[in-house]
């Protein structure tokens, strides 16, 4: 495949570029002579990376599943999906980790790598299985998998291979228990609790530590004390006013602060090292009944975009934070940036394009979205998986996404 005039940002710059792929990799980026796609017009960027979703497949099919899921992430252009651990049936075993990938297998229409998840006792399996990643819910959240104590967790930062990333859910048991027992919301000192207790741990134990959907400046910064500390942005902890929404949709572990905090984070930005869309999809009926989390695969790089077009952010930082950095924190090779060698992976967004959300017309079994009714400027029309269109104007034209192991 040769794609001819493509605007690519290179070296801090936006330039016209031809590109070469040959079996999957890009082989050549430059003058190149001979027919091939027109991408003029558009601004081609590296297929992107959203290192936390909840694809929901395994037990809770009827809020999302590998397909739909999937397919939210090329619509959101997401390239690659790390999904998480917290099933019906949490992940926390050889067998179920293998079940999940052969059920993936024939489903899915982006690549997919699975977090597994850290449980008391299952050191053996982490190691039978050697993930691209661990999961710790040091609070509970959606589902029940947890490991609160201390004793176990300190086992786990110990044990698991530190080339590898340890990600936590950060919001302290004990403390949410407590905020119980008061009758308060979930607080952010929750998060700092949590954040402090892991940071310690991790840096007693000389391994790295990545913080999923960081809410607030005092966790951030503990965070980037640490040269092994990584901190996720999430969409909706930047973009979101919940006041705004209907009191049963706002709902999120953890939660949506006050615009002060929101304001710290933006002023903050570039503490982040990557963003997580944590699309957390959930049908409206159980959003009544209580359930936390929002999907987000399809807004979340739109979200930034625009944000882009609006000067509130840049090229350079979304392209750090949504492909080249998630790459390299969870060792995904060749991924994460337009480069020769690289894996011919290559969205194409119209940033002149203005659209509206509208959850019904998402992919996302969710069919609702926290940002609906927003406007925004620039889209993803047209996706390309290892040198081959897979999706253009809303249409899915080639499933071929595969396992990461
Ligand atoms: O709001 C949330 N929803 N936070 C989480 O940590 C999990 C997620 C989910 O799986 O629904
Ligand atoms: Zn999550």
């Known amino acids: 495949m040769l794609v001819k005039n493509a605007k690519i940002y290179l070296k801090g710059r936006l330039v016209e570029k031809n590109i070469l792929i040959e079996n999957g990799i890009i082989k050549k980026i430059g003058k190149i002579k001979g027919k091939g796609m027109d991408a003029k017009g558009y601004l081609v960027l590296p297929g992107l990376i959203d290192p936390h979703v909840h694809l929901r497949d395994m037990g809770m099919e009827y809020k999302e599943d590998f397909e739909s899921g999937t397919k939210a992430a090329i619509a959101g252009g997401f390239t690659t999906v790390l999904?998480?651990?917290?099933?019906?049936?949490?992940i926390t075993t050889y067998r179920r980790y293998k079940e999940k990938i052969k059920k993936a297998e024939k489903k899915i229409w982006c690549d997919v790598g699975f977090h597994f998840g850290g449980a008391k006792g299952n050191l053996k399996e982490v190691k039978k299985v050697?993930?691209?990643?661990?999961?710790?819910?040091?609070?509970?959240?959606?589902?029940?998998?947890?490991?609160?104590?201390?004793?176990?967790m300190w086992k786990h930062f110990h044990a698991f291979d530190k080339r590898k990333p340890i990600v936590v859910h950060a919001e302290d048991e004990g403390m949410l228990r407590a905020m119980e027992k008061m009758k308060i919301?979930?607080?952010?000192?929750?998060?700092?609790v949590a954040v402090e207790k892991a940071l310690s741990i991790a840096e007693y134990e000389k391994r790295n530590i990545y913080v999923a959907h960081v809410s607030t400046l005092r966790a951030l910064k503990r965070i980037k004390e640490y040269r092994n500390g990584f901190a996720e942005a999430?969409?909706?902890?930047?973009?979101?006013d919940g006041k705004k929404l209907p009191s049963y949709l706002k709902g999120v572990n953890p939660p949506l602060r006050n615009i002060k905090e929101r304001k710290l984070l933006w002023q903050n930005l570039k503490l982040f090292d990557t963003v997580g869309s944590d699309h957390a999809p959930h049908t409206l009926k159980d959003k009544k009944g209580g359930a936390k989390g929002f999907p987000g695969l399809e807004t979340s790089f739109h979200l930034f975009f625009d944000a882009y077009?609006?000067?509130?952010?840049?090229?350079?930082?979304?392209?750090?934070?949504?492909?080249e950095n998630p790459a390299r924190i969870f060792g995904l090779k060749k991924r994460g940036i337009i480069r020769e060698g690289y894996l011919g992976n290559l969205i194409f967004v119209n940033p002149k394009k203005e659209w509206i959300v509208k959850g019904k017309k998402m992919n996302t079994k969710a069919e609702w979205s926290p940002f609906e009714g927003m406007k925004l400027k620039g889209k993803v029309e047209k996706v390309i998986l290892r040198g081959e269109i897979i999706y253009e104007n809303g249409k899915f034209i080639k499933r071929k996404g595969v396992i990461l192991r």
Do not use: C, Q
Not at 185 to 192: F, S, T, Y
């Open 83 to 90: 999904d998480m651990p917290n099933n019906k049936n949490p």
């Open 130 to 152: 050697n993930p691209l990643s661990l999961k710790i819910f040091m609070g509970k959240s959606t589902g029940n998998l947890l490991l609160s104590d201390e004793y176990e």
């Open 185 to 192: 919301e979930r607080e952010p000192i929750a998060e700092w």
């Open 234 to 240: 999430s969409p909706h902890h930047l973009f979101l």
């Open 309 to 323: 077009m609006r000067k509130r952010v840049n090229l350079e930082w979304i392209l750090t934070r949504m492909a």
